[in-house]
């Protein structure tokens, strides 16, 4: 079992940037597979970024030039960098893991965090 607390959300104006940090409990937490999901109000929760146990990275379309997946093992901790924010990227960000090697699923991921708030102004 991995517990995960997502950190680093805020308010922020549009072009702006925010890291967040997911932190992880337990000393598994190289094995896994990580990924960002969001949800903003009134939308189903959807697929960000992930990364694998080898670091491999892959995002949704709608981040890929913008944000970057990376992990700290030594540290139990994965990083999104998200730059250049649009209004659009509102919403509560929580970071999940999966014993997959890479996928976008949600139903593959199966430890979650509380998630984290990122406000975007315009």
């Known amino acids: 079992q991995v517990q995960l607390v997502e950190s680093g959300g805020g308010l922020v104006q549009a072009g702006g940037s925010l890291r967040l940090s997911c932190a992880a409990s337990?000393?598994?937490?190289?094995?896994?597979?990580i990924g960002w999901f969001r949800q903003a109000p009134g939308k189903e929760r959807e697929f960000v970024a992930g990364?694998?146990?080898?670091?491999?990275?892959w995002y949704a379309d709608s981040v890929a030039a913008r944000f970057t997946i990376t992990r700290d093992n030594a540290q139990n901790t994965v990083y999104l960098q998200m730059n250049s924010l649009k209004p659009e990227d509102t919403a509560l960000y929580h970071c999940?893991?999966?014993?997959?090697?890479?996928?976008?699923?949600?139903?593959?991921?199966?430890?979650w965090g509380q998630g984290t708030q990122v406000t975007v102004s315009s």
């Open positions: 990364i694998s146990r080898s670091r491999v990275t």
């Open positions: 337990g000393r598994t937490f190289s094995g896994y597979t």
């Open positions: 999940a893991t999966s014993i997959a090697s890479i996928t976008s699923s949600e139903p593959m991921y199966d430890q």
